[in-house]
C-alpha cells in the first residue's frame, strides 16, 4: 500500500546551526545524520498510525464448545478402606508348642486344611491311659448293671406273682396252725359240754384246754413269721431295686469319657484347622512359641467391601443401592463398580472423610459422619484388604441429553439463556454472537443439562459469554 502526504510550511525566524534554511524545504547544507534518523523516526511513525486508521479491525477467535449430546453425572466423592466382608479368626486355647506352621501369607486354602500342628507327645499318653481305664470302667458298670437289673426282675417277678419260697412256706405254716386251731378250739368245746354233764373227767377238760391254747399259739407264731416273711420279701425286693438303681446310675455316669472325649479333643485340636474357605492374611503362630491366642487370620478376598463415612451434608441424598465408581492406586484409573449396601442409621463423631471434586485432594474433618459399607461388584486382583479406595458415589445422572458448562449459562431478567455463534460474512471462520433462550434441567458441579427450541447437535456454543455480547463478530477456529 503506498501512503503519501504533504509535510506543512514551517516559519522559522531563527535557527541554528546557521547555513541550514527551511525555505521551499530546500536545504543549503547536506542536513546531519542525527537529523536524518529523526525524520526516518517521523515517517514511520505517521505511516503507522495513517495505518491503523484505514484498515479493518481483526475479528476476535473465542474459545468455543461445539454442542453434542452426552451425559451428565451429579455425585460426590468419598475416601474408604477395603475389608473382606467375610473375616475369620482361627485361634487356639492350647498352650502346646507350635511344632509347624503349613501355611503361609496369600495361600488359598478350604475348610478342613490343616494349617498348624502343635507339639502333642504328652497328650498322646494321657488319652491312651485314659482310653483304657474309660474301658475297663465301662465295662465293669455295665456287667454290674445288667446282674442287678437281672435281680431285681427276679425278685420282682417272684413277689408279684407269690412265688417267693418262704412266702409260701409261711403261708402253709400258718394254713396248718389254723387247721389245728380250729380243730383244737372245736375238741375244747365239746369236752367242756361233755364236762358240765358229767361225761368227762375235770382232767380230760384241762387236757383239752391247754391243747387248744398251744394251737392258738402256734397260729399266732405261724401269723407273726407270715409277716416277717413278707417283710423279708418286701425289704429284699426293695434292697434288689436300690442295687439295680445304684449300677444303672454307675452305668450311665459318662464323666470318664467325657474327660476321655476332651483329652481327644485337645489331641485333634492340635491340629489347627481352617474352618471356613479364603485366603491367608495373617499368620502369627510361630514353631516353638505356645499356641494360645489367635495364630491366623482368613479372608474372601472374592467377597470385598469398602467402610466410609458420609458426611452430615451429604448423608440425604446418599440410599441403598445406589450404584457407585471404585479406584484406587493399585489399580490405576480403571473404575470398579460397587453399590452401597447399607447406611448406618446414626452418626458417629470423627472419622468423617470425603474428596473435594474439582481437586481429587482428600480433606478430612472432625464433623459426624455416617458409616457405610459399599459392595465391591467388579473384584480386581491388585485389591486388597486395608487399601484405601477413592470412591465416587452416583446420585443422579442421565444419558443422552445436551450439557454445557455452568459457566456457559447467562442469566437475566428473561430467563435463562446461552451464547452461540451463527455463520456471518464471507470468509469460513466469522461468525456473529446470538442469544438462545433454554431451559435447565439435572445439574452437577461442572454441568447442567440444557433444552428448549434450538438445541441441537453442532452449534457452536460461546464458553465464557461474560467477556462477550450479542453482535460481536467473532472468528471461530477449527479445532
Known amino acids: 500500500m503506498g501512503i503519501s502526504f504533504k509535510m506543512p510550511k514551517l516559519e522559522v525566524k531563527k535557527l541554528k546551526p546557521k547555513g541550514i534554511s527551511f525555505k521551499g524545504f530546500k536545504l543549503k547544507k547536506k542536513p546531519s545524520k542525527k537529523v536524518i534518523i529523526f525524520g526516518g523516526i517521523f515517517v514511520i511513525v505517521a505511516v ?3 495505518a491503523k486508521l484505514i484498515m479493518p479491525k481483526p475479528l476476535l477467535s473465542v474459545k468455543h464448545t461445539i454442542l453434542s449430546k452426552g451425559k451428565i453425572v451429579n455425585s460426590i466423592n468419598v475416601l474408604g478402606e477395603i475389608n473382606s466382608k467375610d473375616s475369620t479368626n482361627v485361634y487356639s486355647t492350647l498352650s502346646n508348642p507350635v511344632k509347624e506352621v503349613k501355611v503361609h501369607v496369600g495361600d488359598k486354602v478350604k475348610a478342613g486344611d490343616v494349617l498348624a500342628i502343635l507339639d502333642s507327645g504328652t497328650l498322646e499318653k494321657d488319652v ?3 482310653e483304657a481305664t474309660t474301658l475297663a470302667a465301662e465295662a465293669n458298670a455295665k456287667s454290674e448293671f445288667e446282674n442287678k437289673k437281672k435281680s431285681y426282675d427276679n425278685a420282682s417277678y417272684l413277689y408279684n406273682s407269690n412265688l417267693n419260697s418262704d412266702i409260701r412256706n409261711a403261708e402253709e405254716a400258718l394254713k396248718s396252725a389254723k387247721i389245728n386251731l380250729d380243730d383244737k378250739k372245736k375238741s375244747y368245746e365239746n369236752n367242756k359240754a361233755l364236762y358240765d354233764t358229767d361225761a368227762i373227767t375235770k382232767t380230760d377238760l384241762n387236757k383239752s384246754q391247754i391243747d387248744y391254747s398251744n394251737a392258738q399259739s402256734d397260729y399266732d407264731k405261724a401269723t407273726v413269721a407270715m ?3 413278707k417283710i423279708k420279701a418286701e425289704q429284699d425286693l426293695d434292697l434288689a431295686k436300690s ?10 455316669n459318662k464323666s470318664q469319657r467325657i474327660a476321655l472325649e476332651k483329652q481327644q479333643s485337645e489331641l485333634e485340636k492340635c491340629e489347627i484347622k481352617s474352618s471356613t474357605d479364603g485366603t491367608i492374611t495373617v499368620v502369627n503362630a510361630v514353631v516353638g512359641n505356645p499356641g494360645t491366642g489367635t495364630l491366623f487370620e482368613i479372608e474372601n478376598l472374592d467377597d470385598m467391601e469398602i467402610k466410609t463415612t458420609i458426611k452430615e451434608v451429604d448423608i440425604a441424598n446418599v440410599k441403598v443401592g445406589q450404584r457407585t465408581e471404585i479406584k484406587t492406586d493399585a489399580t490405576g484409573e480403571t473404575a470398579m463398580a ?3 449396601v447399607s447406611v448406618s442409621p446414626s452418626a458417629k463423631k470423627g472419622g468423617a472423610s470425603q474428596l473435594k471434586a474439582d481437586s481429587q485432594s482428600t480433606s478430612s474433618s472432625s464433623d459426624v459422619g455416617f458409616e457405610t459399607k459399599i459392595k465391591i461388584n467388579d473384584i480386581n486382583e491388585n485389591m486388597k484388604p486395608g487399601m484405601s479406595a477413592r470412591v465416587n458415589i452416583i446420585l443422579n445422572e442421565k444419558s443422552d441429553i445436551y450439557a454445557i458448562a455452568s459457566d456457559s449459562i447467562v442469566q437475566n ?3 435463562k439463556s446461552i451464547y452461540i455463534a451463527e455463520k456471518s460474512g464471507e470468509k469460513s471462520n466469522e461468525y456473529t454472537i446470538k442469544e438462545l433462550p433454554v431451559e435447565t434441567g439435572l445439574e452437577s458441579d461442572f454441568n447442567v443439562e440444557i433444552s428448549g427450541e ?9 464458553d465464557d459469554p461474560s467477556i462477550h455480547k450479542v453482535g460481536d463478530k467473532i472468528q471461530i477456529n477449527e479445532g
Request: aromatic share 8%; charged share 15%.
Open 48 to 50: 503507522f498510525i495513517t
Open 128 to 130: 491312651q491311659q485314659s
Open 227 to 229: 409277716e416277717n416273711v
Open 243 to 252: 442295687s439295680y438303681e445304684t449300677a444303672e446310675t454307675n452305668y450311665n
Open 338 to 340: 460397587g453399590e452401597i
Open 413 to 415: 431478567g428473561n430467563g
Open 454 to 462: 434450538g438445541i441441537t447437535d453442532g452449534i457452536i456454543i460461546i
